[in-house]
């Protein structure tokens, strides 16, 4: 029996998405977004989760999707890596699914719209494919970003 | 030196002492264990070593200032034997390290009697018979310990001083004993003629001034007469003790206090809507009134005690950056001695308080900035004498509270930054190229540049590639600001701007297309309600005239790219404060103020322009807080804001 692992499938668009069930802190219904100006363009904004200010990534706009109206299959789905919680905008969450690491394989280039990097792998299940995603990369890209831009400022300010 | 002197307080420094004496020893007993495990074995951790070594060290030196002899001289005894074992000169045995071992508790009996002043433990000097006859078979030279060290090997680790150096500080250490000590003593004379005037009004005034004007002698006449008010004393100082607790604590402790907060602002709310609602209905439900009455009575008194909690925390978490500012003296005179300059420093604003978080982070860069003050701004005495200068350089530390930020400066008045050095070098390293033109203050942002330093020749104290990038860095991560101002011949003035706190503050709400915005009070100044005529355009920005005064405006909604219909009749606008200037802010309304407690916006956003956090208001809902430092800084940038108005800024 070879290793398994267990995830959160979600869809975005048609395609099939999956993480790591253990960086998955909870599945919440959409709620409030505040709007944080200035901010990159896939950040929704600040949720308030229980006191706590939790940053939403659009998903969608993260991967560079076009955005979709939220409906009442719509998602956020708080993750936790390394300390930091994110809630990430999904358009609906399917289930929690086992994974055979033997019928996991590497990304293929060019698979779909998302850039491989954020990618771990592709899950098979029958004729489905799910799509494993690096969370830590996702927030870690965004932070980057984020960062370069806010030097850009900080030398366009001095 | 003469300015370091008033910050000499021998209690302040045991206390210091103890603290961190107390951390050294839990870290000595750490590393035995960590020791422990090489016993026997052979080889050993030269790092657990070399850690235990300088621990010892910097126990013995404290000791030393202080005039602990005992905890002096068996610190130097240990570190003599780390040393050893350090040269791989002994072998680590299960005898040795128990012996070390006892050491490490010998140690903390005596610091415990030094610092209460009580008698020394018993058994002290047998231990020190039983270690020299351990240390003596491994070092035959072991009479020489006594000496001053000033082997090659020791240098990798301690600051080198010679005989000279040595013979110096001691005697600025004793002067200064000695001043404090007179200023101890005016302190408690003081305190005993005024509990003798407390107690015997009738005391007539001459007594009271010739008293005072010799204020040591009275102290030795007063405690006879006055044993009723000393005791006390004597027992308030040993009750004035400190724990030390991990911030971790107080940080969740201020998180509660945090939501305490969001929570009781939510039942103001809850009390004053039902208030409200019965008046507006006119109910004469007598139970209901009365207990809706209750309600805002007790949400009153519940709002009164939180308000305290939250202040006692807040003030618990606020110690003095002089605790960061103790070690400069210090410092800098060994530091000048070693480049063979005259300085002298001076510190002000030692008291100024702020977050315990923040005065441990800002430690390092301003030693890194007081470092390149000596070794990069003060010219060598001759070369100051020739430049008309007196022969002493002066390098000023100071800190005071501006609004709801703590400004830190370091200055000195020496050659300045060499613009066309700086430019050279920045040309050498491709950071800018030979063609480009670039202003005073640009070129001074140079020194920004990662790996950047003009220094001629590489020094070990600064200059070794961590520069002034990495300086800037860590004030940012603070959520500070960075500057640098320099003329040529006259000198350098480094500017750090920090939050206060990472806490609770006043805000103003105020509406921007359809959100809450919060805009911390204390750098409002008033809000106005103008009509749209009145807002002129001056180089393409906008302006009001108000009480003659010309006040560039910034709009919101437009600096944070959000849709928002203009009013064509009436704007609002918010003054801020801002370096002695003002400021407009045009929101949309005005909804009022109130107590906010500052969350940081996530790391995974990261930092924007104009924007310091956000808060979470008594319904639940998110406010972001406008950080009106960055949002002008920004606004400066994009040219949305008459620049000649910000000229001086």
């Known amino acids: 029996m070879a290793e398994t692992i267990q995830v959160v499938s979600f869809k975005l668009g048609s ?11 909870e599945i919440n219904r959409m709620v409030a977004v505040t709007h944080v100006p200035r901010a990159p363009q896939f950040m929704e904004g600040v949720i308030n989760l229980r006191g706590q200010l939790i940053p939403i990534i659009d998903l969608r706009a993260r991967f560079g999707m076009p955005r979709a109206e939220h409906s009442k299959n719509t998602r956020i789905v708080v993750t936790e890596i390394a300390g930091k919680r994110v809630g990430m905008v999904v358009d609906s969450v399917s289930e929690v699914l086992r994974l055979a690491l033997d019928q996991v394989e590497d990304a293929p280039e060019m698979l779909t719209g998302v850039e491989t990097e954020y990618i771990r792998g592709v899950g098979k299940i029958e004729d489905r494919l ?29 | ?28 007993d750490a590393d035995l264990l960590r020791l422990e495990g090489f016993v026997d074995s052979g080889g050993i951790d030269a790092e657990i070593v070399a850690s235990l070594f300088r621990a010892l060290h910097t126990i013995k030196g404290s000791a030393g200032m202080l005039e602990f002899a005992d905890v002096q001289q068996i610190a130097h005894k240990l570190e003599n034997v780390y040393d050893l074992l350090r040269k791989d000169r002994m072998p680590l045995t299960e005898h040795g390290i128990n012996l070390l071992f006892e050491g490490r508790d010998v140690l903390t009996a005596l610091v415990r009697a030094a610092v209460a002043g009580g008698e020394p433990p018993t058994g002290v000097e047998e231990y020190v018979e039983r270690l020299d006859a351990f240390a003596g078979i491994y070092d035959s030279t072991a009479q020489v310990i006594e000496g001053p060290r000033a082997d090659a090997d020791a240098e990798e680790y301690l600051t080198p001083l010679d005989d000279a150096q040595v013979a110096a500080f001691q005697a600025e250490v004793e002067r200064l004993l000695a001043a404090s000590a007179t200023a101890v003593d005016a302190d408690a004379a003081q305190a005993a003629v005024d509990a003798f005037l407390t107690a015997d009004a009738t005391v007539a005034a001459p007594a009271f001034a010739a008293r005072a004007a010799q204020p040591a002698p009275v102290a030795a006449a007063a405690a006879p007469n006055a044993p009723s008010a000393a005791a006390p004393d004597a027992k308030r100082a040993a009750k004035n003790q400190t724990i030390r607790v ?16 969001i929570n009781r602002t939510r039942i103001s709310d809850i009390a004053g809507t039902l208030g409200r609602q019965l008046d507006g209905g006119a109910r004469s439900d007598g139970d209901l009134a009365t207990l809706a009455k209750d309600l805002s009575e007790s949400s009153a008194l519940l709002a009164r005690t939180t308000n305290e909690i939250q202040e006692s925390i807040m003030k618990v978490r606020m110690v003095p950056i002089g605790q960061v500012f103790d070690r400069f003296p210090r410092m800098v005179r060994d530091l000048a001695k070693a480049r063979g300059k005259d300085i002298h420093l001076e510190i002000a604003g030692a008291e100024t308080d702020l977050d315990k978080t923040i005065v441990d982070e800002v430690g390092e860069p301003l030693m890194h900035l007081v470092r390149n003050c000596v070794d990069h701004g003060i010219e060598p005495p001759d070369v100051r004498e020739a430049n008309g200068k007196p ?67 590489v020094t070990d104290v600064s200059g070794r590639g961590v520069g002034m990038d990495v300086v800037k860095k860590n004030i940012l991560r603070l959520k500070g600001v960075f500057d640098v101002d320099s003329v040529p011949g006259e000198g350098t003035t480094f500017t750090m701007k920090l939050p206060l706190t990472l806490a609770i503050i006043q805000a103003l709400l105020v509406n921007v297309a359809d959100e809450l915005y919060s805009i911390p009070l204390d750098a409002v100044i008033e809000s106005q309600r103008i009509d749209a005529a009145d807002v002129r355009t001056v180089h393409g920005g906008e302006v009001i005239t108000l009480r003659g005064q010309v006040v560039p405006l910034i709009r919101i909604a437009e600096f944070f790219r959000l849709d928002a219909p203009r009013d064509p009749d009436k704007v609002m606008i918010v003054i801020v404060g801002l370096q002695g200037r003002q400021v407009g802010l045009v929101v949309d309304s005005f909804q009022g103020e109130q107590e906010i407690v500052i969350k940081p916006l996530s790391d995974v956003i990261g930092r924007i322009a ?9 319904n639940g809902s998110i406010s972001l807080i406008i950080d009106v430092h960055s949002l002008v800084a920004a606004a400066r940038g994009t040219g949305k804001v008459t620049r000649a108005e910000f000229s001086g800024v």
Request: aromatic share 6%; net charge negative; charged share 30%.
């Open chain 2, 391 to 457: 022969r002493h350089g002066t390098i000023k530390l100071n800190a005071y509270h501006e609004g709801n930020q703590v400004i830190i400066e370091v200055s000195d008045d020496g050659g300045g930054i060499d613009l066309q050095r700086v430019r050279d070098k920045a040309i050498r390293m491709g950071v800018i190229a030979e063609s480009d033109r670039l202003s005073d203050p640009e070129i001074i942002q140079l020194i920004f540049t990662p790996g950047f330093s003009t220094a001629s020749a």
């Open chain 2, 610 to 618: 104009g924007i310091s956090g956000a808060t979470i208001l008594g």
């Open chain 2, 246 to 261: 991990d911030i971790d604590r107080l940080d969740l402790l201020l998180n509660l206090v945090g939501e305490l907060v």
């Open chain 1, 15 to 25: 395609e099939e998405y999956g993480v790591d069930i253990a960086q998955v802190q």
């Open chain 1, 130 to 158: 799910i799509i494993l995603l690096d969370l830590a990369r996702i927030i870690s890209g965004a932070e980057k970003r984020e960062l370069e831009a806010s030097d850009a400022e900080a030398v366009a300010a001095a």
């Open chain 2, 1 to 28: 030196m003469a300015s370091s002197d008033e910050f000499f307080d021998r209690s302040e420094f045991v206390q210091y002492f103890r603290d961190e004496t107390e951390e050294l020893l839990q870290s000595i």
